[in-house]
């Protein structure tokens, strides 16, 4: 080795990793030479930077390649520690601690990975985009950890470093970020001035079309989500229909449109445009939700979920996964509305296997799936079980709205089943006079809903028309017309019970047209069985004949749904209230 000189050394080093290289793109590749011609440049006893960078090539590719984790971090290591102090090799030195830091929280470590971080962002700030990337990674293992705060000093002091390396693009995405995280928290007067902010900063920038266009999505999607959170159904209307024209537009630019410039702190992307895509698509099905329109919920959610399935057979990135199980949890609400219980089982239980793939998602939507097997279970009339569900998503939930909206449905539960005493156990967490811990109009108005059904099984008449006045006020300020339905009808029961028929016409009949927009079936149901009773005190023979003609329609297409529903084998998921999901069910038929 002595007689070896420098520059045939340099020639040994550069051919040796320029074969590894090789034998890495071949295809297929041979992963196995490729690691042993790294290991050999370490028998050439090489200087430091050339060590340095071929620890991150082999502990890169143990990581990705193999199953030999233990090693690929020993190797990222040895390549952070000999680069450390090490001048010009920046690339070297902050990659190797940004995937030694990802390596430790995949394995759930991540208090090996924040210290690692913490130290490569003190050392990174003469190199302002690892800086920045650096800082992204620590605040969002804080805000995996719910550690919000922590998480929002980190995107707030990245905006600022941004902003003094004259770099508005990136300080943007450090705001934006800011603001989805205080959205999140639900900190409403932070998430207002960090868009305020943001959105003033957006309006005047004059940067690259592509990067200012996914910068509107991005506030956009954030100001939309705003509303939706505070049940604002109607005054959220501008501002989606502005985030759709917007992902129009960005969808037509060129692709040479996608330049991002000299500067290198520039060189970070929010989203690629086909996931935007999928987010509009997503933020779309998520307003028709809650406005009361399943038609279009439905046809928004098919188009996302198509698009998912295609993006996924080329890179199955774990966002899509995020994005289709929101989706699936919205439609599977439409189809329970809809009556379609059938399809509704299969969805939760395609949820279930979405989470299967992401075991993440589990931690982060057990509470929603195990609260739609309880509307499920509520739909089928298996109070017990969804009871059950009910409690589960409940031990299981970490939002407070999601958390109210299981208690109104629990408190239906007990109504529905004569459990008084559980329903009262239930009324000051319901109260809506006493929610202080919910911005959200609609659920304030659903609450009004609640109190209103259980004065009506109680035959307290009076008071509840003037809760079920207070969630008719609250649901047409915001259009949230299947509230408006499910109230007007059972105002419209109410007055018929105090032998008040044209009253109960004028709640009925508008109740009846609306349900049939939505479409709600249940509610049809109900408003066709009322006004059969209505139209035979008026003595309108034709017209009672149309609705039991129409009660009849809707009762059998309820039943048959329900037996269908019952014989699905995925029907016993209404038993799963602990440990994993029981994948073992199936479509193959027969009772659980």
């Known amino acids: 080795m002595a007689g070896i000189g420098s520059e045939n050394l340099d020639n040994c080093y550069a051919a040796l990793i320029g074969l590894a290289e090789n034998y890495r793109t071949a295809s297929p590749p041979n992963i196995r030479l490729c690691i042993h011609c790294l290991q050999a440049v370490f028998a050439l006893k090489p200087p430091p930077k050339i060590e340095a960078r071929t620890h991150l090539q082999l502990g890169s590719i143990l990581y990705s390649h193999t199953k030999n984790v233990d090693d690929a971090k020993k190797h990222l290591l040895a390549s952070w520690q000999l680069s450390a102090n090490l001048s010009h090799i920046d690339d070297v030195k902050f990659e190797a601690a940004s995937l030694l830091a990802s390596m430790h929280e995949k394995q759930g470590q991540s208090s090996e990975a924040k210290p690692l971080l913490l130290q490569a962002i003190e050392v990174s700030k003469q190199s302002p985009f690892w800086h920045c990337r650096l800082l992204f990674q620590l605040a969002q293992i804080h805000a995996s950890e719910l550690d919000f705060q922590a998480a929002c000093q980190l995107l707030g002091g990245g905006a600022d470093f941004a902003a003094a390396a004259g770099s508005q693009y990136t300080t943007l995405l450090f705001l934006l970020s800011k603001g989805m995280l205080l959205l999140i928290s639900k900190d409403a007067v932070q998430v207002n001035e960090t868009l305020s902010r943001a959105g003033s900063m957006i309006e005047t920038w004059t940067g690259h079309a592509v990067q200012k266009e996914s910068l509107k999505v991005f506030f956009l999607v954030l100001q939309v989500c705003h509303y939706l959170a505070a049940g604002q159904v109607k005054s959220v209307k501008p501002a989606l229909k502005q985030l759709q024209q917007s992902i129009q537009t960005i969808t037509q630019l060129h692709s040479d449109e996608d330049h991002v410039g000299p500067k290198e702190v520039d060189m970070f ?47 199955a990135h774990p966002l899509l ?75 299981l939930s970490e939002s407070s709205d999601l958390s109210l909206f299981i208690n109104m449905n629990l408190a239906i539960v007990y109504l529905r089943m004569g459990k008084q005493q559980g329903f009262m156990a239930l009324l000051d967490r319901i109260d809506p006079d006493k929610m202080e811990q919910t911005n959200s109009h609609s659920l304030k108005a659903s609450a009004y809903y609640v109190q209103g059904l259980q004065a009506f099984f109680q035959s307290r008449f009076n008071e509840a028309k003037r809760y079920l006045r207070e969630t008719l006020k609250m649901a047409n300020a915001e259009d949230l017309n299947r509230l408006t339905s499910c109230s007007l009808v059972l105002l419209g029961h109410i007055f018929l019970s105090l032998g008040n028929s044209r009253e109960s016409q004028n709640m009925v009949t508008p109740a009846m047209q609306l349900a049939g927009k939505i479409p709600d079936v249940h509610v049809q149901l109900w408003a066709s069985s009322l006004l059969k009773d209505l139209y035979r005190l008026s003595g309108d023979m034709a017209q009672e004949e149309e609705e039991c003609r129409q009660h009849t329609s809707f009762s059998k297409s309820l039943l048959e749904d329900h037996f269908q529903s019952s014989q699905l084998s995925e029907h016993g998921l209404i038993q799963w209230t602990e440990g994993a999901c029981p994948f073992h069910l199936n479509t193959s038929g027969g009772l659980i």
Not at 293 to 312: F, G, P, R, S, V
Not at 329 to 343: A, F, S, W, Y
């Open 321 to 395: 996964s995020a994005f289709q199980i929101m989706l699936l949890e919205h439609i599977v609400m439409c189809r329970l509305i809809m009556g379609n219980k059938t399809t509704a089982i299969q969805e939760i239980f395609q949820a279930c296997h979405v989470c299967q793939a992401q075991p993440r998602l589990f931690t982060t939507h057990g509470s929603q799936i195990h609260t739609l097997l309880g509307l499920y279970a509520m739909s089928m009339n298996c109070m017990e079980a969804a009871d059950a569900q009910f409690h589960t998503a409940l031990k």
């Open 269 to 315: 992307q929010w989203l690629p445009k086909e996931h935007m895509c999928v987010l509009v698509y997503l933020v779309t099905v998520m307003h028709s939700m809650q406005a009361g329109y399943m038609d279009k919920a439905q046809k928004y959610t098919d188009k996302a979920l198509m698009q998912i399935e295609k993006l996924k057979m080329l890179d």
